[in-house]
């Protein structure tokens, strides 16, 4: 198809010194002659565009014989652009090739510009290969489908057009995790982990292996590839890969359950699932898997009662933070179940938990019944025995609190009454129990009815290498003899239906605090050593008290 562009004979002049014009209008003049940019995906509509240096006012006839019409377009001194455009719909047999020329009684044109209209976006890719991190396309955390290799270590993904009659693709780009596209990987081995949509590339290639890919956490992972042609045009929507990674052999942080040394966190819904929320990049990402089955068979929804809910509408308390059993440096769960009994759940060490394995747990003859537990909280070791210590509310109208200490074979050795009272389901909250000023001793942060926060500094013990567990009971025999306010605003059950205090997770060394809200997003506040920091929405939505009972 041509488009002939010319001058207005009322000015003996002709078009030249013509600038960038937008990305949408291809055909660009200089002088008599054209530029031709690369080609490129247009808009529904087609533009051709030149931009005149003289001074006076230009009318170009603009022909474009292939859809039948004439356009007229002018430039003024006020202006620097003159325009023709039709919509790509009505170009005939969706035509790929539009010529355009600049002429006039005073310089005939030299010759045709000319563009592609390429209406042709790279398909998906094909799904990609890797013996290093095999691929679940279920979803069901089958071991069999982890990688071999453990979290830390780099390996191999294959790429390849996903429609093998395309000559023209040049790149594959992805990204692990997030939709940035960063990394890339192009012809003869070329390949990056920063500038993927930008990087030039231009041998066509059927497929490419990329080397040396270390996801960024253990346990599931989602990889997002698109296709680049030779014009920059991506493919419009990416082929995911899910796979899994193997933790490290290393012991578990505090509070992680994938052993990528992040802190996770864990949800009960409505549905009576427990729902594995593995973290990675500081809080910017998560991903979740079902957390229960039993001897690999994945149990969800009814599957999971007694232990998650009763099948109907009471749910588990369930905390995490700590190796209670084997010893073997793998984070633990701890369930009172609806039935009103204590269990310890292994972790298997991919951050669910095998139900056959699950031990009951004996408490001391003074501790009150597992059934009155109103709150549970894992605090991981804070008495330095190497031995993480159970939080309870509980007891006569659930308003007493006690810590539960000496875990070894399926028991606690030493039940320890911190208050009578106070600590009622409808009064107090736990949020966290963890070093917030650097110390060295365990801090408490409780929410009140009111919705305040208030945070109370423990106290190091005389070795240096604990805390004083009576300085978490009351205010008055905290550090510095009194609490303090921790959050100044106020964040009631109303609003805020569910707070959860956790270890470190955006990597300042201070626990953070995953809240839900009335609307049902998810968000995380960093933590701060002596006030709460700024929230980030990580989910819009989702998080009603309808659908998540608990986070834990």
Not at 223 to 233: I, P, Q, R, T
Not at 367 to 392: H, M, N, R, Y
Not at 466 to 486: I, N
Not at 522 to 550: M, N, P, W
Request: hydrophobic residues 30%.
């Amino acid at each position: 198809m041509r488009a002939e562009v010319e001058p207005s004979t009322a000015y003996p002049t002709r078009p030249m010194d013509s600038s960038h014009s937008a990305v949408y209008s291809p055909v660009r003049f200089h002088g008599n002659d054209c530029f031709r940019p690369q080609e490129s995906t247009l808009d529904n509509r087609v533009v051709v565009t030149a931009s005149p240096s003289t001074p006076q006012a230009l009318r170009w006839p603009v022909s474009l014989p292939s859809a039948s019409e004439v356009y007229s377009v002018s430039r003024t001194p006020c202006s620097r652009w003159a325009q023709a455009s039709t919509e790509a719909r009505r170009l005939r047999d969706r035509v790929r090739a539009w010529d355009a020329t600049t002429s006039s009684a005073y310089s005939p044109g030299t010759g045709y510009c000319r563009f592609v209209y390429d209406t042709d976006l790279p398909d998906s890719p094909a799904p990609p290969v890797s013996t290093d991190f095999p691929g679940d396309d279920d979803g069901d955390g089958d071991p069999e489908a982890w990688s071999k290799e453990p979290f830390g270590t780099g390996g191999a993904f294959t790429f390849a057009v996903g429609d093998p009659a395309e000559t023209d693709i040049v790149k594959f780009v992805y990204s692990i995790n997030s939709t940035n596209y960063a990394g890339y990987v192009c012809a003869n081995g070329k390949q990056g982990t920063t500038g993927g949509l930008t990087a030039s590339c231009t041998t066509p290639i059927k497929s490419a292996t990329v080397t040396g890919v270390q996801p960024p956490s253990a346990g599931p992972n989602t990889l997002y590839v698109k296709e680049v042609d030779s014009a920059g045009n991506v493919s419009p929507n990416a082929t995911k890969y899910f796979f899994y990674v193997t933790p490290r052999s290393t012991p578990d942080g505090a509070g992680d359950l994938n052993g990528d040394g992040t802190a996770d966190f864990g949800t009960v819904d409505a549905a009576g699932n427990l729902t594995i929320s593995a973290v990675s990049q500081n809080g910017a990402y998560i991903a979740d898997t079902f957390g229960t089955h039993d001897k690999g068979n994945l149990l969800t929804g009814g599957k999971t009662a007694p232990h998650i809910w009763d099948g109907t509408s009471r749910y588990s308390l369930v905390t995490h933070n700590g190796d209670f059993a084997p010893s073997d440096g793998v984070t633990d769960w701890v369930v009172r179940t609806p039935e009103g009994l204590l269990f310890i759940y292994p972790g298997d060490g991919y951050g669910a938990i095998d139900v056959s394995k699950r031990i009951e747990v004996q408490l001391p003859a003074n501790a009150p019944a597992p059934a009155t537990f109103t709150e549970i909280k894992s605090a991981g070791d804070i008495t330095g025995d190497g031995q993480p210590e159970l939080f309870v509310t509980g007891g006569v109208g659930g308003a007493e609190l006690w810590v539960f200490t000496g875990y070894s074979g399926g028991s606690f050795s030493t039940a320890t009454q911190l208050t009578t009272s106070d600590w009622a389901d409808a009064a107090r909250d736990f949020v966290a129990i963890a070093d917030y000023n650097g110390d060295g001793a365990a801090d408490l942060t409780y929410r009140t009815s009111a919705g305040h926060i208030l945070l109370r500094k423990g106290i190091l013990d005389s070795d240096g290498v604990g805390t004083v567990l009576t300085s978490l009971g009351t205010s008055g025999a905290s550090l510095g003899g009194g609490d303090v306010m921790y959050v100044t605003s106020t964040m009631t059950r109303a609003a805020f239906p569910l707070l959860y205090g956790s270890p470190d997770t955006t990597g300042d060394g201070i626990p953070d605090i995953w809240a839900t809200n009335s609307a049902g997003a998810l968000l995380l506040y960093r933590g701060g050593a002596t006030a709460i920091g700024t929230a980030t929405t990580l989910r819009t939505s989702g998080y009603t008290t309808s659908t998540v009972k608990q986070l834990g």
